[in-house]
């Protein structure tokens, strides 16, 4: 299911130089049909991004991730050493609690620093647990679920799917990609199961023709002006997805996260490119936006921020939950970008920062 996608500048294995990449184009998309997904660390940050904008997103896919603010629930145990031990392999009856991340849900809100919870309650949720992930244990997994059902989610717009035979990966239906058990780079599997349009038609309601060759365009573009000081880490490439009929019609927007080694660094474009969200996508009126993170000394898998390595000032209450932490706030942006008013025919598509 490799789709034959026309990449607009030259193969993404080519380094990125300063001034050479095209900025992210203006399409006029529709802000409050804005959806989140991903895979690993992309399915924390799409749970805590779908809480923490929950007034403008519509709807998540939370593929192998533990709720909200789950590395901050320990305390006295430091975020960074909760996120890779009680939030993904608890031992025995240890592990997050849906009802205190709820609770400091609840307290962020009233603190201004995340949006109501109110907006949960139109959220349709997709969550996944592969049944032979060891990565992720489906015990967390459960609290996210149960999460999102205490916050408010109607029970009829939370789906929970935890009995495929998978390991910790986004399933697809190609046979390039791994068999279906596996747990090992790049984390996507081929189980017979086409997961993000999966995730997509849960959200959206049920899609048109899924296309194995989508009309469209998957190009490049610079991150650096969404993270000017550098504090999100990002990576120097982003790519965005656009079916046709969304150059010149308002579309939805939907953001894809990768997992940890799955980003440009590691992967190139494969994640943009082979996991079956633009061919979900194509004739749904669908953008699909897939930023990406690089790996650092504080983040040698180039995963996103779940614990606080973005704020490495407060290594004990760190903000990497809030509309304001410097990944969520270099996302917003980029959905800001997708929303303005596209640029008439005779203005230049792509304007100069």
């Known amino acids: 299911m490799l789709p034959s996608l026309l990449l607009t500048l030259a193969a993404a294995s080519v380094p990125a130089q300063a001034g ?6 203006a399409y006029g998309a529709d802000p409050g049909q ?5 895979m690993s660390s992309g399915a924390f940050m799409a749970a805590q991004f779908s809480v923490a904008f929950s007034a403008s997103v519509v709807g998540a896919g939370i593929v192998a991730g ?13 975020p960074a050493q909760a996120a890779s031990s009680a939030c993904m392999t608890p031992l025995g009856s240890s592990g997050p609690r849906a009802s205190a991340a709820l609770q400091f849900a609840g307290a962020f809100a009233e603190q201004g620093r995340i949006d109501s919870l109110s907006g949960l309650a139109r959220q349709k949720i997709y969550i996944f647990s592969g049944s032979k992930d060891p990565v992720v244990k489906q015990k967390v997994v459960d609290q996210t679920a149960k999460f999102f059902a ?4 109607k029970p009829a717009n939370l789906k929970y799917v935890n009995t495929i035979a998978a390991g910790h990966a986004l399933l697809t239906d190609s046979p390039g990609d791994s068999a279906c058990g596996t747990t090992a780079a790049p984390f996507i599997n081929n189980c017979g199961y086409r997961q993000a349009n999966e995730i997509l038609s849960w959200i959206y309601g049920p899609l048109q ?4 060759r989508p009309a469209g365009q998957l190009t490049m573009f610079d991150q650096a002006p969404f993270d000017p000081a550098g504090a999100a880490t990002l990576g120097p490439i982003g790519y965005v997805y656009v079916p046709d009929a969304c150059e010149k019609a308002a579309c939805r927007i939907h953001v894809a996260f990768h997992g940890c080694l799955q980003g440009e660094g590691k992967l190139g474009d494969r994640y943009a490119r082979t996991t079956g969200y633009n061919e979900a996508a194509a004739s749904n009126r669908i953008i699909v936006l897939y930023p990406q993170v690089a790996a650092s000394s504080r983040n040698p898998l180039g995963c996103w921020d779940f614990w606080g390595y973005t704020a490495p000032a407060d290594t004990l209450h760190p903000d990497f939950y809030s509309k304001q932490a410097p990944q969520h706030a270099a996302i917003a942006n980029m959905l800001k970008r997708l929303s303005e008013t596209r640029p008439s025919p005779d203005q230049p598509k792509e304007p100069k920062e």
């Open 66 to 78: 533990g709720p909200f603010y789950c590395a901050g629930l320990f305390a006295p145990t430091l």
């Open 20 to 25: 050479m990449l095209p900025t992210l184009a």
């Open 34 to 38: 804005t959806s989140v997904s991903g």
């Open 150 to 153: 205490l916050a408010g989610v």
């Open 209 to 212: 023709k899924t296309e194995d």
